[in-house]
């Protein structure tokens, strides 16, 4: 068995274009780039120099594994036209269950657990990649890409793998949004925003090498209901935030116990 | 007049154990430590080369600041107590009112905005200062004692002050319980909770250049109610974070508009 692959990446978004380029760098051979827009499909098969497709009639029936790497809500009939395909099709999603793929022979996923934004550069070696499989020839392939991939791994089920993307939206997307919110309360207030990025920094230093729950401070750890009450108020204006404000304290006071 | 200043402590607790040794390094004369335990007092006053007392009417009458690092609601006695010296008295809370200390001649408000930890190393210089003061006088020595502690300071009043106090409430205490109920979701499930940190790692990255509101992503967002339906459904025997989520994904949706 070659340990380097030939992939068709069925996708041309965020991910598709952090994974590829790592691909090739790591000596893969990307040699196939599918989008429903010729022109999106384009931009990244050029950098790979792999051919483009907006056709997926057109695939090559013989690469080793296709990358399904679209919208959730496009999986189930992407795999459905894939299904002349010898090789292993896995798709990236954190809460898509892997039987979606199940009217294919080899399939399984291939999940990088990342926050992927158009321009930041990213270590790719440095994101957790998470697959399973339907038989073994498919669990070997993907187990092996993932660990050419990156430094980090892990095998989980559809199930596992759906709470770990669930705890991911708490880790990511709802903390970037409080810190949204924190920034919004600032500039509606002309206060100068950069006063809590030495907070922002040193909460997450904190949290490098001790349990979040073992460092949590502030006025709702300790109680002191005269200080979430003027909080309360200064926020009278703003229901939603009020609400965030009311529910996350009672969830920090009730985790105490 | 002298730029090293004469201090006293009024409390031993977190902050005054980082403010202390921080102040006599760069050349302040830390003269007392109160504590109402004097060992906890003394404990500090030792690294200090001051003395401990645990009688506010042993206060000494002729130093220049005196800084109350106490629980918000013990200012106000302690404030009654020191109506005899005549430097300036600065509390050192986020969100009590400078008004607290109106029954003194010189007071002011002293407010390092950071999260204190036992253990955690800070570089104080780094620790935003927020000060004001009742008059040119207090004003002119919190302003100094402020700009030769920290690189970074700011003149707010006590509204502005309490806003930034609501707005670090979200940036840290919210995140910080936030990660705690992913780390929460991921251990009950026996998932590897070090999958989650380059995930953290790179939110964090992505907000020191960019507001956060622009970096947002994940299913609330893209208004993917398949996902967010199934996420909820995996937090179905979880009623508080479940309330969190179903909360949040409606402020980040709001917040779209």
């Given amino acids: 068995m070659n340990d380097k692959y030939k992939v068709v990446l069925v996708g041309a978004g965020k991910l598709a274009n952090h994974l590829g380029p790592h691909l090739k760098k790591i000596g893969h051979d990307v040699v196939q780039v599918y989008n429903k827009t010729l022109s999106k499909a384009q931009n990244l098969a050029e950098k790979l120099s792999a051919d483009a497709i907006d056709d997926l009639r057109n695939v090559d029936e013989n690469a080793d594994i296709y990358i399904i790497a679209v ?91 759906k709470q770990l993307h669930v705890s991911a939206v708490f880790a990511n997307n709802f903390t970037n949004h409080l810190w949204a919110v924190a920034q919004n309360i600032l500039e509606r207030n002309n206060i100068d925003q950069s006063l809590i990025v030495p907070l922002i920094n040193e909460t997450v230093n904190k949290i490098q090498s001790n349990p979040a729950k073992n460092m949590q401070t502030g006025p709702a750890l300790r109680g002191d209901d005269t200080t979430t009450n003027e909080h309360l108020l200064a926020l009278k204006d703003h229901p939603i935030q009020k609400g965030i404000y009311e529910l996350l304290t009672h969830s920090i006071q009730n985790s105490k116990l």
Same sequence: chains 1, 2.
């Fill in 71 to 161: 919208s959730d809500d496009a999986i189930a009939q992407i795999a459905k036209e894939l299904n002349f395909v010898n090789g292993v099709v896995a798709h990236t999603s954190g809460t898509t269950g892997m039987e979606v793929l199940s009217g294919l022979d080899n399939y399984g996923v291939f999940y990088p657990l990342q926050t992927f934004s158009e321009n930041a550069e990213l270590d790719m070696h440095q994101v957790p990649v998470i697959y399973e499989a339907n038989n073994e020839h498919a669990l070997s392939k993907l187990r092996h890409l993932a660990m050419d991939i990156s430094n980090k791994t892990a095998f989980l089920n559809s199930d596992e793998r």
